[in-house]
């Protein structure tokens, strides 16, 4: 009777030590964030680093970028990951959903170092991008000069690609259609506005091909799918320096966001994913990304950090910052579901 | 005796007829730990949804008080204020405001700053609030309030057929610029019965060939068959997507043939879909027809010919009948499967050819309204179980005895 | 299980239909006092002789007729050379064992296959470009080929509808054949709930509703159990005798052959070796092989010493002797198997001329209820099987005294057979 409970105990931990690989002993930080040549980017300039300064082993993992994967780690109580970059509109809903924890920056860096909108509630800011436009040198015979000329179907004949979502789509829509930059969020915030958007959007509707991950864009050019494409910039970037392509970059009325990184509510080493959050935060450190894929620091200090020739890549350049647009994290808290929602619906008709 | 003996017997019939079930008990368990019980969990919330109940206590009970419709009376500001108060000091604020976003667009923002302040300063009146957020003032806002109030909702389930209840209380269409589920269910189903059918126009001339070939042949076009079926459904798309793309395969052999004059736009398209779909639903279908026919003798076709039917009427009459069954199966398998279709949709399709699945998929990983999601998924599971039971029921098909 | 006598209604339910009456004729086993035919497969179309007033008018007339058609699949010859004729009304048996080219045979009759060479006629007309469909043909198949997805009245109904015959005349003709193989109260059963023989009578039914000139049947009594097989072989002629019909039945079990048939055509490796009424097959057998394959048989190898008129001596091993009619080209010196039925071995000399007489010891008496076999082993050690009746007493190792007639004993010229001195038994039903 005793032996078969030991045996059961022992059975049971067994199974426990299968099902929860995480036990005490060296100190260890999971990290999950969503791949590519970004999260190369990643471990070269800040995860690799930080390992060999602290001896915190790093476990790095992968995933889609899609929330729903860490409610379902925080709904049922077992949450292996300690730290999880998302986009600033993903932070804004894992923080209403009460999936992302909120952050103590006393435990990070003074908040106001931070670039307005980079440090928020439930997730600091790792880095900037740009949404821009990208085409093909020896396709297009005549350059585009600004992202809102893929509204323009008579200079520029042929398919164009486009982000499958509302976001971005909807304010190049109304910048093209005559609206300041300074009024897009407002306009888009009216009912009448939204009607506008989509009625630009209209007029090249039948020419756009739609793309859901960031890799997609620079295949879509290399297979001569599209003769432009929106496109996050380090992946275009990354096609031209590491694959040679004949691609380049439109930055007038680009749309400026940032990649952020967060804590998921039931972590189990905060300190640890606190130590690591402030390490990161350091301008010097803080700068150190754009050496492997071009995107900015988040930190106003950073800047003079930054290499000299990868500057001019950046899209805080000086030379790329004539017309830009800041994307407004709040307003798509607020509209997302229903945009894209409507967004869906159009798609469909 | 005989008094003695019947309980007996009767105790050791009961045993008899116990053993199998109890055989089978570890499967039910496991069929209901990892199969039921989560989907039923998941499937609840598309009814139950407290969160707004849960973070508003006493708006609710002053609600309660408060007479008729419309924007209400002080009390119930006041105690919303506190409400809100409370759920910002327990950090649960952004969820309540979330999930009345959910039925009132923009009211998120407005919320959190209500809560804010309420964390801030006491409210002091109704018509301090409304002034600080007009939303208040709305009877719309507190529509929703009510109709939240409700832990058990009917909205997801409307709205997964592009309904809602208007203000006064009927069951009105969402606006037209919101309508979109109930034409993606009908494109669902429209793409599952093209590709069905397509793959029956494939499957079962295939499945007839393989019957009558000889064993050895036919063991090679099986595996021909199945090949695909070994690989990741991933990897066949992604294979897809080489041939259908405008510089790809099928557009240099159809140029090279001189069939077409210019390249055809095959990917991103509802024609590259449906031929992808096809593709990897080909075994589904075949397999259950070729079961079937491989269990009809040839004896039965002599038969009827030697009985005096033409060929024709021979396959329609006597093959035909005995295959159906297979034939059913085999559709109704890939239809099913069809109405799930995921990643191929994303990768193959154009943007207006995304079915209902990549549409919960939307709402269980980016919108996180795992409440919508499951509503979606309600529907389509009660569909497919309809079409199931219409099928056994008026075919008199029964898969169970399939085998 | 339904009475083997004949049902009246059946028969006058039958004799109502337009065509399928036909007037009743004498029993068929008066074939069996027939006197024997044709010995070898040339013969095969050799007219008959016998004079019976039934098979008199029916088999003078021609009604299929096998041209020297032969089967080639590949390089492998499934029919040589095949001359055969069926008279009108027979009712003719393929018998052999499987692969022999009577089933090949048949499928050709039905249209299934072609000939790669010669003609079929029917009736006088060749049938080489005729579908099945067209040749009007009813066919029994093995397994039946009822169609599941039917009812039983829907399967008998089938050939009649197919040939689009007036629904109001469907219906009474269905009912007469199912009558016919008292079937009626389970027409709306579906086959599968029929048992096996009832499933063999609806496939009947079916094969005969359309009244078709000539009926086709490949085993089909095959998957029936012994009991019900034996019963469905009376039930088969008598519905033959009724209605008149031609019939060819394909079977590799001789005791069905033997039973049914007016006459039986033997097949061994595509080709027919012997075709004759069953008791002139049964004891005149044209070739050793035919001995071995109908009934049973002791086989004894021995060399022939000397030849008489029609009849041999041959030394057996041992330097034991035996008498026996020649079969075919039979040589002094020459290597011979005498085939001797286990019944026309007698215990005592006495009713009929018995030549050959053996001492022999009892190895083993076997009882079979109405007779019993002795194992009767020879001085040189070969055994014999002997058939003596029920009262018979004899003790294992008793020595007995084996008598038989040089008539009854048959010497064939030894093929490339020769399996030393085990007596080969030939194949029992």
Known sequence: ???????????????????????????????????????????????????????????????????????????????????????????????????????????????????????????????VYGDVLAYDTTVLKEAPTSVLDIFDTKKFPGKRAMRKAPAQNLEWALMADGVPIADVYKVLGTPEGVDRAFNKLDTIKNDIVWWDAGAQPPQLLASKEVVMTTAWN?????????????????????????????????????????????????????AQLGRYIPYGPVLADATPFVPKDVLPKLPTAPDHMKTYLVGDVEFWGDNGEDLVKRFNAWLAQ | MSSIALPRLRTRDQRESLRPFALAT???????????????????????????????????????????????????????????????????????????????????????????????????????????????????????IREGANRFTSFFLLSAFDLRWTDQGTIGAVPADQAVFVRVFGRTFLIATVVTLSTLALAFPLAYLMTNLRPAIAGIVLVLVLLPFWTSILVRTAAWTVILQKYGLLNDLLLWLGLTSQRLELMYSRTGLIIAMTHIQLPFTLLPIYSVMRSVPPSQLRAAQSLGAQPFTAFWRVYLPQVMPGVLAGCLLTFILCLGYYITPVLIGGASDQLISNFIANYVNAELNWEMAAALSFVLLASTLGLYVTMTRFFGLDLFKMG | MVSTTQDSTARSGLAAGPNLASPSRGSPLDDRAEPAEGRDASAATATRSDNSTRSARSRDETFVEFIDVEKMYGDFQAVKRLRLTVGRGEFLTFLGPSGSGKTTTLNMLA??????????????????????????????????????????????????????????????????????????????????????????????????????TLVLMDEPLGALDKKLREHMQIELKQIHEMLGVTMVCVTHDQTEALTMSDRVAVFDHGAVVQIGTPHGLYNEPATEFVASFIGENNALDGVVESVGAG???????????????????????????????????????????????????????????????????????????????????????????????????????????????????????
Request: charged content about 20%.
């Open chain 1, 234 to 286: 380090g992946r275009i970037q990354s096609a031209i320096d590491h694959d040679n392509r004949p691609f380049a970059i439109v930055w007038n009325d680009q749309i400026v966001e940032y990649d952020m990184i967060a804590i998921p509510k039931g972590a189990k080493n905060l300190d640890l994913a606190y130590k690591y959050l402030a390490y990161a935060a350091e301008p010097e450190v803080s």
């Open chain 2, 26 to 144: 570890p499967l039910l368990l496991l069929l209901f730990f990892s199969f039921g019980a989560p989907i039923a969990a998941l499937l609840s919330r598309a009814v139950y949804e407290p969160t707004i109940a849960n973070a508003l206590p006493r708006a609710i009970a002053a609600l309660k008080q408060d007479s008729g419709a419309g924007v209400p009376d002080e009390p119930v500001f006041l105690a919303f204020a506190a409400d809100l108060k409370e759920a910002q000091a327990q950090g649960s604020v952004q969820e309540f405001a979330k999930s009345l976003n959910t039925r009132l667009s923009g009211a998120r923002s407005q919320v959190l700053r209500i809560a804010r302040n309420a964390g801030q300063e006491q409210a002091t009146s109704k018509e301090a609030m409304i002034k600080a957020s007009p939303l208040l003032g709305e009877p719309r806002f507190w529509a929703a």
């Open chain 1, 1 to 127: 009777m005793n032996g078969l409970r030991r045996t059961t105990l022992l059975g049971l931990a067994g199974a426990a030590l299968i099902f929860q690989p995480q036990t005490a002993g060296a100190e260890e930080l999971t990290v999950m964030a969503t791949g590519g040549a970004w999260q190369a980017a990643l471990h070269q300039a800040w995860f690799e680093p930080f390992a060999k300064k602290t001896g915190i082993k790093f476990n790095e993992q992968e995933y889609t970028g899609e929330l729903g994967k860490i409610k379902a780690m925080v709904e049922t109580g077992n949450v292996p990951i300690d730290l999880v970059t998302v986009e600033t509109s993903t932070v804004l809903q894992g923080c209403d959903a009460g999936v992302l924890i909120h952050l103590d920056y006393s435990k990070i860096a003074d908040r106001s170092k931070f670039l307005p909108g980079t440090a928020l509630d439930c997730g600091v800011g790792i880095d």
């Open chain 3, 111 to 212: 249209g299934f296959e072609r000939p790669s060479q010669g003609v079929i006629t029917l009736a006088g007309k060749s049938v080489d470009r005729l579908p099945p469909y067209e040749r009007n043909i009813g066919m029994v198949f093995q397994n039946y080929a009822l169609f599941p997805h039917m009812s039983v009245e829907q399967n008998v109904a089938f050939p009649l509808s197919v040939r689009k015959t007036p629904k109001a005349d469907i219906a009474p003709r269905v009912r007469r054949a199912l009558e016919m193989v008292r079937l009626e109260q389970f027409k709306h059963r579906k086959p599968a709930q029929l048992s096996g023989g009832q499933q063999q009578r609806v496939a009947l039914a079916r094969a005969l509703v359309f009244e078709p």
């Open chain 3, 311 to 429: 009849q041999c001596l041959v030394a057996l091993p041992g330097g034991l002797k035996a008498t026996a009619l020649s079969i075919g080209d039979i040589r002094p010196g020459g290597p011979v198997r005498l085939t001797i039925r286990p019944e026309r071995i007698a215990l005592s000399a006495g009713g009929g001329p018995t030549d050959n007489s053996h001492q022999a010891t009892v190895d083993d008496r076997i009882y079979h209820g109405d007779h019993q076999r002795l194992l009767a082993r020879l001085a040189n050690g070969q055994v014999l099987t002997v058939k003596v009746g029920p009262e018979m007493a004899a003790a294992t190792n008793e020595t007995v005294d084996l008598f038989w007639s040089s008539t009854d004993c048959r010497a064939f010229p030894a093929s490339a057979v020769a399996d030393g001195n085990q007596p080969s038994i030939g194949r029992a039903s």
